[in-house]
Structures are given as structure tokens and as C-alpha cells.
């Protein structure tokens, strides 16, 4: 189980990360650096709800995956491997889950698009591909990705014809892909990890990769061609996940030895701090309102899902202008 869990947690340290992939492959096109916008509010500590810590003792719960207004899909090892469950992440009183897939094997990284499929990555034989399945529960499983494996993190277009997803290469380097429904093809996009799609463009997805010693964010067009660096930092910036409107940007900032969760504009000019816990927080995802983040921390001894109300810190970045980049207070 603890090679299963180490592969879980590749994104909740920085020391995971780096050791994860060690590429520096250039892309098509790079645009010069945008300024990481720095309005740091550590001093303003917000209410963190326990949505799974309470629920299964004795285990980690990661990659939390909204369903939809009530309903949070996560992978568990309560029961001696990986699996996706769901629980209610509105009422916290209700300790009922729900098992989202039936198998044998471990099960990881799950996606619910707005339909109810549910896309995720399972290991039989060693191969780990992406599956999907219809919700309440999957009973069968359908290869959605062929002909590549060891592959992790889908995540489906809004509109619903491409699949990101990340592949190992034969050097051990992860590549970004994408699922051609339409024409039944694989298409590799670049070297980096973790790609998700902006829900407002589906041309548009943000993903990781190292530079120079650190992992930054960085956001990709496919019509273009354009690439653009959203993070600049001595510290490691990954996790990157788009608001359902597409203008902010959730992710992971690792800094003095711990990991915080920020939110920073989809241009990357302006970021706020959410929670200084001083635990290892990641993988934030957004819950469909785009009001509250789903995140997971391991601030009482194991890995659990959280949540954390932003209303009024986002209305303020979505109408405040961002500071010049050549300003004293846009430099990182």
C-alpha cells in the first residue's frame, strides 16, 4: 500500500514533485513571464470545514472531485487499496458514502464531467489507463484512453470532445495528451503534468513542469500555439485548477517546508493566500459554484478532503485591477 500511496501523494510536496519528472523539453511557443501578484492576507484565517477527517479514521482520503452542488468523489484506502467514494461536503452530519466504482484494483485521480461520467485511472495488470463509467456507479469499466499507459489526472473538455490527460514517456518523463474523440486519436502536446481545461475555452488548459530547478504553472493554447508562463517564483507552484467561470485559478504554493493553497487570476497577475496551516495542503478542486474549494491536508496526521468558503475573497479579485508588472508590488 505504500507505493500506491507515494504515487497518490506525488503532488502534495515539493520533494515529490521534483522527483516525480525531471524534464526541460521546450515547447512550441513561450511567451515571456507574467509577474506572480503577491497580495498576501496570512493574517486572515478562514473557516475550514472537516468533510472527510471524522468519517474514516485511520485512512487518507485524496483527490477530491466535485459531483455537483452536495457531493465530493475522493479516493480512499480505507478498505486495503484505492478507491473512489463520494460523501456530502454540504452536510457534514451525514456520515454515509458511497462507493462510485466496483473493482478489484485500485482506482485514482476520478473526474465527474456534468453529465455523470465519471472518468478515472485504474492499474489492472500494472498498465494504469483512463476508464469511464455512468454514476451513480460504475459497474464496468470502459477503456477511454488506448494505446498509452501509465497514464494519470483526465480531465475532459467542457465541451466534451477532448480528454487531457498525462503520460509517462520511455525516458520516465510525464507528456501531455489529449483524447480526440472525434477522430479516435492521441495527440501529444507537450512535456508537463497535471493539465486541466479552462471550462470557458476549450482550446485553453493550464499544467506543470519544472524550469530551471522549479516547478511552475503554465497555460497553453492549442489555437495559438501560445504558451504562457503564469508563475514565477523561487518556490514551487503546482495543482493548477480553473474556476467554473474560468477566471481564477486555484494551486498549490510550496513554501518554507510547507505546501498552502492560493488562488490567483487566470492571467496569473494577482494571487491571495487561502489557508496558512502549516500542514501539507494540495489539490484543490472548486466546488461547481465556484464560491468554496475542496482541498486535501494532512494537518491532523493523514490525508483528509476540506473545504473552504471564498465568497467575499473573490468577488474582490474579480474586481480589483491587477498592478503593473513593472510595479514594486507585482514582483514576486
Not at 514565477?232 to 494551486?251: M, N
Not at 496526521?301 to 468577488?315: K, N
Request: aromatic share 8%; charged share 25%.
Amino acid at each position: 500500500m505504500q507505493s500506491n500511496l507515494t504515487t497518490l501523494t506525488i503532488f502534495c510536496s515539493a520533494l515529490a514533485l521534483a522527483t516525480s519528472c525531471a524534464s526541460t523539453a521546450s515547447l512550441q511557443s513561450e511567451e515571456g513571464p507574467t509577474p506572480d501578484l503577491l497580495a498576501s492576507d496570512a493574517s486572515s484565517q478562514r473557516a475550514v470545514a472537516e468533510v472527510t477527517s471524522k468519517r474514516f479514521p485511520d485512512s487518507d482520503e485524496m483527490a477530491p472531485a466535485a459531483i455537483d452542488g452536495r457531493r465530493v468523489a475522493f479516493v480512499t484506502n480505507a478498505n486495503g487499496q484505492l478507491d473512489i467514494r463520494a460523501v456530502d461536503y454540504v452536510n457534514l452530519e451525514d456520515g454515509t458514502s458511497s462507493e462510485l466504482v466496483a473493482s478489484d484494483s485500485d482506482e485514482k485521480a476520478p473526474f465527474v464531467d456534468a453529465k455523470g461520467v465519471c472518468y478515472f485511472v485504474a492499474d489492472p495488470g500494472g498498465r494504469c489507463q483512463v476508464f469511464s463509467g455512468n454514476l451513480p456507479k460504475v459497474e464496468s469499466r470502459r477503456v477511454v484512453v488506448t494505446g498509452l499507459n501509465h497514464v494519470n489526472w483526465p480531465h475532459l473538455s467542457a465541451d466534451g470532445r477532448r480528454l487531457l490527460y498525462s503520460a509517462l514517456n520511455a525516458a520516465g518523463r510525464y507528456e501531455v495528451w489529449y483524447r480526440n474523440f472525434s477522430e479516435g486519436s492521441d495527440v501529444n502536446v507537450c512535456v508537463g503534468q497535471r493539465a486541466r481545461w479552462n471550462p470557458r475555452d476549450p482550446d485553453e488548459f493550464v499544467f506543470v513542469r519544472e524550469e530551471g530547478g522549479v516547478w511552475s504553472i503554465f497555460k497553453h493554447n492549442l489555437a495559438t500555439r501560445a504558451v504562457t508562463r503564469l508563475t514565477r517564483s523561487d518556490a514551487d507552484r503546482f495543482d493548477p485548477e480553473f474556476s467554473p467561470d474560468g477566471e481564477l485559478i486555484a494551486f498549490v504554493s510550496n513554501e518554507s517546508n510547507s505546501s498552502d493553497i492560493r488562488v490567483m487570476r487566470a492571467d496569473g497577475s494577482i494571487s491571495i493566500v487561502v489557508d496558512t496551516h502549516g500542514a501539507r495542503d494540495c489539490q484543490p478542486t472548486w466546488t461547481p459554484d465556484g464560491q468554496s474549494l475542496l482541498f486535501t491536508s494532512d494537518r491532523q496526521g493523514s490525508f483528509d478532503i476540506y473545504r473552504v468558503a471564498l465568497e467575499e475573497d473573490l468577488a474582490g479579485m474579480r474586481s480589483e485591477r491587477a498592478a503593473p508588472s513593472d510595479s514594486p508590488a507585482a514582483q514576486p
